[in-house]
């Protein structure tokens, strides 16, 4: 079946960076469209950065310049670099197939 396991969060201080990874397996990985995910205490999910199949990628504004989503279709695996990270990126984030299939999630904590 179609799984999905997201890794690499952690605690960070305020300016520092994490890459995200997301191994995915049951399916034909390089036919999808792959997106992060983030939900903070209290507020609804919402996309951070997704990538087509045919490797365009888009973000969201609060990230722009500072994450970068990239897939290796060989691995199956796709990351989200995060630097210059900020209090207001914390959450827990979450990988997903098409909008439709997700991961369980990572906990990223950005404190001093």
């Known amino acids: 079946q179609v799984q999905l396991v997201e890794s690499g969060g952690g605690l960070v201080q305020p300016g520092g960076s994490l890459r995200l990874s997301c191994a995915a397996s049951g399916y034909i990985f390089s036919a999808y469209t792959m997106g992060w995910y983030r939900q903070a205490p209290g507020k609804q999910r919402e996309l951070v950065a997704y990538m087509t199949s045919s490797g365009d990628a888009n973000y969201v504004d609060s990230v722009k310049g500072r994450f970068t989503i990239s897939r290796d279709n060989a691995k199956k695996t796709v990351y989200l670099q995060m630097n210059n990270l900020r209090p207001e990126d914390t959450a827990v984030y979450y990988c997903?197939?098409?909008?439709?299939?997700w991961g369980q999630g990572t906990q990223v904590t950005v404190s001093s």
């Open positions: 997903s197939r098409d909008s439709t299939t």
